[in-house]
């Protein structure tokens, strides 16, 4: 059985909205939030793959959060920005920026809180998902960023033709 659901341990979450549908990331992976700012587009990289952007002199990969669970691209607008994370690689920390519509909050979720993925009914990949939180009155979707930010599985999507290529 996991550990997330362990009722002695409370969990941050930042909340934040793709579209009409409110999702949650464990504050542990986030490095920073930055005001969404030009991305560097990349020919011949799929439609999840933002783009690139430079922090600070590093070289970060834009993965669009909307492209990646619906299949098109998020549309921009005052509200939208980027989170930087970092994610254990091969034993070492690579910091990827997801861009996202708009932020919301920072909760705290007890683990009796958060129930298990159903196996039905979810508008994006279930292995996307680490579980259901409830936050007040709303359900709010808690991300796999490991799953999500896959970076074997991102990688393999780069080696396809772009659609129309």
């Given at each position: 059985?996991e550990?997330?659901?362990?009722?002695?341990r409370?969990?941050?979450?930042?909340?934040?909205?793709?579209?009409?549908?409110?999702?949650?990331?464990?504050?542990?992976t986030?490095?920073?939030?930055?005001?969404?700012?030009?991305?560097?587009a990349?020919?011949?990289?799929?439609?999840?793959?933002?783009g690139?952007?430079?922090l600070?002199g590093?070289?970060?990969?834009?993965?669009?959060?909307?492209?990646?669970?619906?299949?098109?691209?998020?549309a921009?607008?005052?509200?939208?920005?980027?989170?930087v994370v970092e994610l254990?690689?091969?034993?070492?920390?690579?910091?990827m920026?997801?861009?996202?519509?708009?932020?919301?909050?920072?909760?705290d979720?007890?683990?009796?809180?958060i129930?298990t993925?159903?196996g039905f009914?979810?508008?994006?990949r279930n292995?996307?998902i680490?579980?259901?939180?409830?936050?007040r009155?709303?359900?709010?979707?808690?991300?796999?960023?490991?799953?999500?930010?896959?970076?074997e599985?991102?990688?393999?999507f780069?080696?396809?033709?772009?659609?129309?290529?």
């Open positions: 059985m550990e997330r659901h362990d009722a002695e409370i969990n941050k979450y930042l909340t934040f909205s793709i579209g009409k549908e409110l999702y949650g990331m464990n504050i542990g986030i490095k920073e939030i930055i005001e969404y700012t030009s991305v560097t990349v020919p011949r990289t799929p439609l999840h793959i933002g690139v952007l430079n600070r590093n070289v970060v990969p834009i993965i669009d959060l909307s492209a990646r669970f619906y299949g098109y691209a998020s921009v607008t005052k509200y939208s920005c980027i989170v254990d690689v091969a034993g070492e920390r690579v910091p920026g997801v861009l996202i519509d708009a932020l919301r909050e920072v909760v979720v007890q683990g009796e809180d129930e993925t159903p009914g979810a508008k994006i292995d996307f680490a579980g259901i939180g409830k936050v009155d709303e359900f709010v979707i808690m991300l796999n960023l490991e799953r999500v930010l896959d970076i599985e991102l990688a393999a780069d080696a396809r033709p772009a659609a129309g290529a």
